[in-house]
């Protein structure tokens, strides 16, 4: 018997090829942004704070309305992809990715934020003191003690990415394949009353979610050294 | 910058109401301590001078190498030194072993210091080994710090109050690794601490630093026995002396120094041996001056000497009388009241009582 139907399945493996790669270059771009919030002493650090928090508080449609504009052919984001020749972002998966990552940014860079503040200066400066040069001491101090930091970055990026809806709606629409995600399945399968495979789709994301959650906080708990909270409010 | 020898630097750092305006000289061998009160800028010079802190207008070199001008700066991770941080910083991600190979495969080209097993026997840290630093105490986690610094291949070690956060038995047990890593590697360290104790017993060279300024620096000796010097000792002032052990009685369980022929100190022996360099402390507190041969006393050590300078003191009721003794400068903290009794001036000869010699071998 098979319980999803081939859309779904499709839906299913495009959501986790989205979330996977958007959480991959999150915790790549996301990094070098944290690191800056967390050392930078420049006076523009609150307005590029505020900026990375934005999307927690904006209505996911707000942001999906914007972007949707600035990928569109007279928006920025949509120039710059025709001038790349990938064609406007608006209604493609590239544009979904890039649209998820403004949406999940504050879900990986503030936990890697909060780990590299509570690591604070005097290990980066005990490692110099050994010899060990800004990169070498990047992989083999800071890294390692900030782990359970981007453990939480990567699972709350890829959980967040997983259960976005309003920004897919706007930025992707609902094409089959291309930016049809499992959360826009289910609305379609509810606004259709087939409430069956709603459930399914539901109930598989939910308990997904569950776990991944679960094991993340089994981990911080299991690491001795460090306790990151799932989430911290940004400083003022 | 001229060359020469040793860790020279100048430099001139601001940072709210603080200015750090000096220019110091440390020799090239043995312990030079940067002694001061709190907040007189000792951790900010000792960081200035490792490059750990951004100051602009700073000149450092080390040896004839020049690590910092204005022209230049030298990493910190680039230069040859070793630094141990007042509070034990070792990796908690790393075993004991794992952090004492960082510093090791990290080392530069310079000679070694010392070897693994060398460092790890001297510091007696073996069985510490396997452990990770969360299961060390704090005294243990430092003489990690210490092996770890050594193994970096440092030409010179910077020490910021490394005891400071040990309790006072833990202190004396470092101090003594101290001692031994200054007695048998010979490698050059710059200590900043506020504790005159320590000073006495490690340091070679002393820097007295006061509100950002240097108050006075040259070898420990000269600068300890100066009256005029605002050195702020307090309780604690007195000499330091260098001597080998020339007898040792056994009966009474004393040892011997002799400072010119026919003239000795003798004091607790405390399972020396014959010809063994030890430091002696004598505070000033400790010595008391008759102008008749004492007779009958129960102080043994009773020298001839002669008075070559008294100076006032911040408590209106003593007076600071310095010694010559036997080719070597003692002080004296004696009453002005007794002082005006027996008519002490200076180049009048005078017998000098020792109570008691510290010893810090």
């Known amino acids: ?236 | 910058m001229k060359t020469a020898s040793g860790l020279l630097a100048k430099l001139c750092w601001q940072r709210e109401d603080f200015e750090l305006k000096l220019e110091l000289h440390c020799p090239a061998e043995g312990v030079s301590a940067i002694y001061g009160p709190s907040g007189a800028g000792k951790t900010t010079l000792l960081r200035c001078l490792a490059g750990l802190e951004n100051a602009q207008q700073l000149e450092v070199s080390f040896n004839g190498d020049c690590w910092q001008s204005a022209q230049q700066f030298l990493p910190v991770h680039k230069r040859p030194l070793g630094f141990i941080f007042q509070e034990p910083s070792l990796f908690e991600h790393l075993s004991v072993r794992e952090n004492l190979a960082f510093a090791e495969k990290r080392a530069g080209t310079n000679p070694p210091v010392c070897s693994f097993d060398q460092a790890v026997a001297l510091l007696a840290i073996k069985p510490l080994l396997g452990r990770h630093p969360a299961h060390l105490s704090g005294g243990e986690k430092q003489r990690v710090a210490i092996a770890r610094a050594l193994l970096v291949k440092p030409k010179i070690i910077f020490m910021d109050e490394p005891l400071a956060s040990l309790d006072m038995a833990r202190k004396r047990e470092i101090l003594d690794y101290l001692e031994k890593i200054k007695r048998v590697l010979r490698v050059p360290m710059v200590y900043v601490s506020h504790s005159a104790d320590e000073i006495a017993r490690l340091a070679d060279y002393l820097a007295v630093l006061d509100k950002g300024r240097l108050l006075a620096q040259g070898p420990i000796n000269s600068l300890l026995s100066r009256l005029d010097l605002p050195i702020p000792l307090g309780e604690d002032a007195g000499v330091i002396i260098e001597a080998a052990i020339s007898d040792i009685d056994t009966q009474w369980h004393l040892a011997k120094i002799t400072l010119s022929p026919g003239q000795h100190l003798w004091f607790k022996d405390k399972g020396f041996t014959m010809g063994q360099a030890v430091r002696i402390r004598i505070l000033a507190r400790d010595v008391s001056v008759a102008v008749q041969e004492p007779v009958n006393g129960s102080i043994i050590n009773v020298l001839p000497g002669r008075v070559v300078a008294c100076e006032a003191e911040p408590h209106p009721a003593t007076q600071l009388l310095k010694l010559h003794v036997a080719g070597y400068d003692l002080l004296a903290r004696v009453t002005r009241y007794s002082s005006q009794q027996l008519n002490i001036t200076a180049g009048q000869s005078i017998w000098i009582q020792i109570k008691s010699v510290a010893i810090a071998p």
């Open chain 1, 1 to 236: 018997m098979n319980l999803f139907s081939s859309a779904d399945w499709q839906a299913i493996w495009l959501t986790l090829k989205l979330a996977a790669l958007v959480s991959v270059l999150l915790i790549l771009l996301g990094t070098p942004l944290a690191w800056w919030l967390a050392r930078s002493r420049s006076r523009f650090k609150h307005w590029v704070a505020a900026l990375t928090a934005l999307p927690l508080v904006l209505p996911p449609s707000v942001l999906g309305f914007y972007l949707l504009l600035a990928m569109g052919p007279e928006g920025p984001l949509g120039k710059v992809g025709l001038w790349f020749g990938a064609g406007t972002l608006a209604f493609s998966f590239p544009g979904l990715v890039i649209a998820s990552m403004i949406y999940s940014l504050p879900f990986v860079v503030q936990p890697i934020q909060n780990a590299m503040e509570t690591l604070g200066q005097r290990p980066l400066e005990v490692a110099a003191t050994l010899g060990a040069g800004p990169i070498d001491t990047f992989f083999r101090v800071v890294l390692p003690l900030t782990r359970p930091g981007f453990i939480s970055a990567a699972v709350l990026g890829f959980a967040h990415t997983l259960g976005e809806f309003g920004v897919v709606l706007m930025v992707g629409g609902n094409i089959p394949g291309v930016t049809q995600v499992v959360s826009v399945q289910i609305y379609q399968y509810v606004e259709a009353i087939n409430y069956r495979q709603a459930h399914l789709l539901s109930a598989s994301l939910l308990i997904f979610s569950l776990v991944l959650i679960t094991l993340l906080y089994s981990f911080n708990r299991g690491g001795k050294r460090q306790h990151f909270s799932l989430w911290r409010a940004p400083r003022p």
